[in-house]
Structure formats: structure tokens, C-alpha cells
């Protein structure tokens, strides 16, 4: 009977001890845990990404220092506080994500509109988490944001300057369209006749107007005669006869005889010194004597009505 109270006190020593090693396990454990909080939290808060995260009830738990520099939020502290009363203009639409969240869906978005209470409208990359405590059920959700306000807009006042850009290159076109149209006109001027006025230099690409201009001419009035008409063309140097030569030819194959007209003294002068050769065209004095040439050679002449009778007076 005597060693009975020794063994109890040794099962209660032995009790303590155990119990002394438990709150050893669970101090440990909580510091652990405590330490681990702090390197998420440290993590959390440094990482450069712009990221929170909140309870079942929408209040912030952790945020990074992206995320309080991103949405303007230097100098409040947050924790505790609800997601909805920091961002009260928040769109339903975004509500009815987190609420799908918090159900277990994982939900993200790519320049996601956010049109802001002051009339300005933010644009984010996003993406929703739900996240899980250590039983398995969801404790709230992790936001990850990108704000790409500046690029976006960056990129739609490009859009819009390509835009400008485009319509100033197509009014350019219609306007250079339109200069070429008035310097190689096609003027009809008697059936089966059409002269083209040239003013100015002729280059390689003005050549290459003025022959698709007479080209159409002649197709469109079903022309007999075209008479180019060089009065306004100061210099023709080898490389213009060469044009105007080709431009004749071009019309030939058409079945249109082509008559060089306004040669000055001064341009006669200079084809002679530089050996031009214009001998297959024709060629008259001014555009009077290119016409009656072309009259003559459809067989039509240009004559003076007579006057009509006055009718007779009563008296």
C-alpha cells in the first residue's frame, strides 16, 4: 500500500513532463508559424508585383507595396479594411467575380476596362484566386493586377495618330491624283480629236502619266488624232523626245495618229545641236496648225455659216 503514492506521483511527474514537451512542440510550432507569416508577409509586401489578399469577407489580410502604390493608397493602412469600401466604384461585374471566387473559381482578365467614378477609366490585367487554410476550405481570395492605364492609351493615341497618318496619305494621293489629272489634261475638241496640253518638265514619271493619260484619252473619245501640244514645255532634251517619241508610238497601236505641236525656235535650236531625230512624227508650227492638219487629214474643214435672211419688215 505504501508504494502506491509514489507511483502516482511519478505518473503525474511523468504527465508534466509530457505536457512540458507538448507546449514545447506547440511554442515551437507557433513560432514557426509566426516566422513563416513574416517571411509571407515580407514576401508579399516586396514582391514587385501588385497583389492583395483578403478573408471570406473581402477585407485586406496582406498588400504589396505595388499594390498601395498602384491604386493610390500611401499612407493608409488597409489591413482589416473592406475591398469595397477602399474601391466603392467598383463595377458589379467585378463583385460577381470575386463572389464566383470565393465559391473556387479562378477567374483573370486582359485589359479589362475600369471606368472610375471621376469620369477617367483605368485598364488592368488581372488575375483572382481563391486561397485554401490548412483544413481545405477557402479562407478568401488573392488579387494579382497589372495597371496598363498609360500603355494602353499610349497605344490608342498611336492607333489614332495612324489614323490621322492614313487619311493625310489618301487626301495627298487625291490631291497629287488631282495635279496630274490638270497637268495632262485630255481636251476633246472636234470628234475623233483630242489634244493634251503639257506645262512644266517632263521626267521618266511624269512621261509615264502622259502616256497613260493620252492612252485613255484616245480610248474613251475613240480618237483618230491626238495632237500634243509642247508650247508650255521650256526644255526637251534627249530624254523628253525619247518620251514624246515612245507616247506617239504607244498611241499608234491603238490606231491613233499623233501630231507634235508648239516646238519654239529655241527648242528647235537645241534638238538640232543635240541630234534629235523626230522624223516619224509630225509636227507643226502651233496647235492652229496641228488642227487643220487633223481636219485635213479626217476630211473635214472648219467653215463660216452664212448669215440668215432678215426676215421681211411689215409696213
Request: hydrophobic residues 40%; glycine residues 6%.
Given at each position: 500500500m505504501?508504494?502506491?503514492?509514489e ?6 511527474r ?6 512540458e514537451?507538448q507546449?514545447?512542440?506547440y ?12 517571411r509571407l ?10 497583389v ?5 469577407d473581402?477585407?485586406?489580410?496582406l ?23 477602399i ?20 477567374e ?15 485598364w488592368?490585367n ?12 477557402i ?17 490608342m ?18 490631291l497629287?491624283q ?12 472636234y470628234?475623233e ?6 506645262v ?6 511624269r ?9 485613255s ?32 508610238r504607244?498611241a ?13 525656235a529655241?527648242?528647235a535650236?537645241?534638238m538640232?545641236h ?10 507643226r ?15 473635214k474643214q ?8 432678215a ?5
Amino acid at each position: 500500500m505504501s508504494d502506491a503514492p509514489e507511483t502516482e506521483i511519478e505518473q503525474l511527474r511523468a504527465r508534466i513532463a509530457e505536457l512540458e514537451q507538448q507546449m514545447q512542440r506547440y511554442a515551437t510550432i507557433e513560432e514557426e508559424l509566426r516566422a513563416s507569416e513574416e517571411r509571407l508577409r515580407f514576401f508579399v509586401e516586396n514582391t514587385p508585383a501588385a497583389v492583395a489578399m483578403l478573408d471570406s469577407d473581402m477585407r485586406y489580410i496582406l498588400a504589396s507595396q505595388r499594390w498601395i502604390h498602384d491604386y493610390h493608397l500611401e499612407g493608409q493602412d488597409i489591413t482589416g479594411r473592406s475591398h469595397y469600401e477602399i474601391f466603392p466604384d467598383l463595377p458589379e461585374r467585378w463583385k460577381e467575380v470575386h463572389r464566383r471566387a470565393l465559391a473556387g473559381a479562378f477567374e483573370e482578365a486582359e485589359e479589362d476596362p475600369w471606368p472610375r467614378d471621376d469620369g477617367s477609366t483605368e485598364w488592368l490585367n488581372w488575375k483572382c484566386y481563391p486561397w485554401f487554410k490548412g483544413d481545405g476550405s477557402i479562407g478568401g481570395i488573392v488579387f494579382f493586377t497589372e495597371v496598363i492605364t498609360k500603355r494602353v492609351l499610349e497605344r490608342m493615341e498611336l492607333e489614332r495618330s495612324r489614323e490621322q497618318l492614313r487619311a493625310t496619305v489618301e487626301e495627298q494621293e487625291r490631291l497629287i491624283q488631282a495635279i496630274r489629272e490638270m497637268s495632262t489634261p485630255v481636251v476633246p475638241i472636234y470628234d475623233e480629236i483630242i489634244v493634251l496640253p503639257l506645262v512644266g518638265s517632263i521626267d521618266s514619271r511624269r512621261s509615264a502619266q502622259i502616256m497613260e493619260a493620252l492612252l485613255s484619252g484616245i480610248q474613251h473619245y475613240a480618237a483618230e488624232i491626238a495632237i500634243i501640244d509642247i508650247t508650255g514645255v521650256s526644255v526637251v532634251d534627249t530624254s523628253v523626245a525619247n518620251h514624246l517619241i515612245q507616247t506617239t508610238r504607244a498611241a499608234s497601236l491603238l490606231g491613233a495618229h499623233c501630231v507634235l505641236v508648239g516646238i519654239s525656235a529655241e527648242v528647235a535650236q537645241a534638238m538640232v545641236h543635240l541630234g534629235i531625230d523626230l522624223s516619224t512624227v509630225v509636227t507643226r508650227s502651233n496647235l492652229q496648225a496641228g488642227i487643220e492638219y487633223a481636219l485635213d487629214r479626217l476630211g473635214k474643214q472648219i467653215t463660216t455659216r452664212s448669215p440668215a435672211p432678215a426676215p421681211d419688215t411689215l409696213v
